[in-house]
């Protein structure tokens, strides 16, 4: 499945975004959808994670509380809403898609957005 990430930006420390993962033409209903980011120089990481139903969500520690992932299977988008953004929040963010399982090991990944950039200023 092919997807496509958008909705990042410059935005202040403290500012919000909200970033969608889109698969033109395709349903995602019956995968477990993902996102994760990688800062420079760093290896990608999990960000957070949910269920096909939307029923089940996961996030890593450094994101509890201030993002929020949900999915609109009708509209065939995974959200990632970021408040309260920090600096080191500034990465390139991908969205990922996996049948089988709840994506949280990059490795794992069968499916992956092309990014996008988001730049957190103090």
């Known amino acids: 499945v092919q997807l496509q990430a958008s909705g990042g930006g410059l935005v202040q420390a403290g500012g919000s975004l909200r970033l969608s993962c889109v698969a033109p033409?395709?349903?995602?209903?019956?995968?477990?959808m993902g996102w994760f980011r990688q800062a420079p120089g760093k290896e990608r990481e999990f960000v957070a994670a949910?269920?096909?139903?939307?029923?089940?969500?996961y996030y890593d520690d450094s994101v509890k509380g201030r993002f929020t992932i949900s999915r609109d299977n009708a509209k065939n988008t995974v959200y990632l809403q970021m408040n309260s953004l920090k600096p080191e929040d500034t990465a390139v963010y991908y969205c990922?898609?996996?049948?089988?399982?709840?994506?949280?090991?990059?490795?794992?990944?069968?499916?992956w957005g092309q990014g996008t950039l988001v730049t957190v200023s103090s």
């Open positions: 990922a898609a996996d049948l089988g399982a709840t994506p949280k090991d990059p490795d794992r990944v069968p499916y």
């Open positions: 033409g395709r349903t995602i209903r019956s995968y477990f």
């Open positions: 949910i269920s096909w139903s939307g029923g089940s969500t």
